[in-house]
């Protein structure tokens, strides 16, 4: 089974702007396709990756330029701190999720097979998919379908749910889907049901906040001219990217001094946001939604 293809690869590798004897991060290592390129690039340089899911262990590549990180990306700062780097020249981060993930029954990540709920990215963790649609109240439910899915009947579906669960708990994908099954609009059940399974996900995972961490932190890190480089699949994680490049805010409003100067680590290289070409949306279908963006240290 392929991994995953790496969406982007020439294009985020080059927005890297590679120092042959830099010191640089992927943070998303999964497959491992964007390290092996950017290791391809070195000479003595140094590459550490992050990636906290177990499966990738298999992909990791016997080079002594090559730290592996078995971690989340929100402990960047921590473990390049044990690592003795106090600074990087770039930080390259696919935020898709693997292929892998999805064609994997038993990671309860897609609609498409039935498995126990599960959604875990660290199958470490302690709380799933199983946990969140079981025990959040009502509204934490519509919150998460409204803000993370952008769905309209947010508070509808959130509402079947916990009637549902009354007569007994939903332990499966199949007993889900039965469950919401009275939500699911005609026609575009297929596209209403991945926003459904997008919106968990993140949640159970955290995604959205710990972008933001791991953003704020590599800005910190980077060496002046260093690189930041993001592969987004979606417009939450899209917006946080661009807003922060843009106003070093996770918000549409950026801080200014006195004069009304923009207040920002980055600087923005890309003007316009970089998508897959039509040869590589035919090569790899899970690359149409991808976004990529590239911002330089002030």
Known sequence: MEYHLPVLLEESVEGLNIKPNGVYVDATFGGGGHSREILGRLNKG???????????LENIPDDKRFIFVRHNFRFLKNFLRYYGIHSIDGLLADLGVSSHHFDSPHRGFSFRFDSEL????????????????NTYGTDDLARIFRQFGELKNAGKLANTITA???????????????????????HSENQYLAKVFQAIRIEVNK????????LGQAADL???????VVISYHS??????????RNGSFDSQAETDL??????????????VIVPNEDEI???NRARSARLRIAEKL
């Open 46 to 56: 140094k590459l550490l990756a992050f990636d906290q899911d177990e499966d990738a």
């Open 118 to 133: 599960d959604m875990r990215m660290n199958t470490q963790a302690d709380f799933s998919a199983k946990e969140l649609v």
């Open 164 to 186: 549902y669960r009354k007569q007994q708990a939903i332990v499966s994908i199949r007993e889900f889907l039965e469950a919401i099954s009275p939500c699911l609009p005609k």
């Open 207 to 214: 995604e959205i906040t710990y972008l933001k961490e791991m």
């Open 222 to 228: 980077l060496n002046p001219g260093g690189r930041l």
């Open 236 to 245: 939450l994680e899209d917006r946080v990217v661009k807003n922060f490049f």
């Open 259 to 272: 004069y009304g100067n923009i207040l920002r680590p980055l600087s923005p290289v890309n003007r316009h």
């Open 282 to 284: 035919n090569r790899n």
